[in-house]
């Protein structure tokens, strides 16, 4: 379905994260430096440390919190991460021609933007390489694609993923999150809950908080320590 709507292959990965992890270590070298918006979640900052690259805060645009590509010192950049904050495109036409004027690598996050379209172009497909988030649309939970015209380079990034994933892990985390939405779609989650407690499954907490000191009352004398 994915390749169908944006109209390239797909890779399927455990979270869009792990995919930005793939392409970052396959498109550059350790130390490089890549631009990133500092409006981006946090976890995309230790992704692109993970990788061994070197994060670079880009300036802004104060309309929508993206890049503001006129802003950007791209001295000494290799690669850059678009935004897409919160579905709103960055301004693609500025930036793809920003890069290739200056031999920049745009990954194209669209975690946030799994429908979000410039120009009739999904977001996602404007770099060497894009991602997709599972978990931040519908219920999916966890998640997502990795993408990049060229099969040759998705082959490649295929057998880095099977490479860093433990085998035999990847069943339960696509099926924790199908479990966890059919409990919450049939309405069993009381029942699946009291469930868990009486096999000791789950523990619940019930010693009340303890409440805050009192505070002495403007101008009262504050009692002294002991000496």
Not at 86 to 95: E, K, S, T
Not at 118 to 141: E, I, N, Q, Y
Not at 197 to 217: C, K, M, Q
């Amino acid at each position: 379905m994915m390749r169908d709507r944006i109209g390239q292959d797909c890779l399927h990965v455990p979270s869009a994260r792990f995919g930005l992890l793939l392409a970052l270590r396959h498109w550059f070298r350790p130390g490089e430096r890549v631009l990133l918006a500092p409006t981006n979640c946090e976890s995309v900052l230790f992704v692109v440390l993970a990788a061994g690259l070197t994060p670079v805060m880009a300036p802004v645009s104060w309309r929508d919190g993206n890049l503001d590509v006129e802003a950007v010192d791209w001295s000494g950049v290799s690669g850059v991460l678009t935004t897409h904050l919160y579905g709103q495109p960055d301004r693609m036409d500025a930036l793809t021609a920003a890069c290739s004027r200056h031999a920049v690598t745009i990954i194209d996050d669209a975690a946030h933007a799994m429908l979000t379209t410039v120009r009739g172009r999904p977001a996602g497909t404007f770099g060497a390489a894009g991602v997709f988030s599972l978990a931040k649309h519908g219920r999916a939970m966890s998640g997502g694609f990795l993408t990049c015209p060229d099969p040759a380079d998705l082959q490649a990034l295929a057998a880095a993923r099977d490479e860093l994933l433990v085998p035999g892990r990847q069943l339960p985390a696509v099926l924790r999150p199908v479990i966890r939405e059919t409990i919450y779609r049939t309405g069993l989650v009381r029942p699946v809950w009291n469930a868990l407690r009486r096999l000791g499954l789950v523990r619940v907490d019930r010693t009340p908080p303890a409440r805050p000191r009192a505070r002495p009352a403007r101008g009262a004398r504050r009692p002294r320590p002991p000496p």
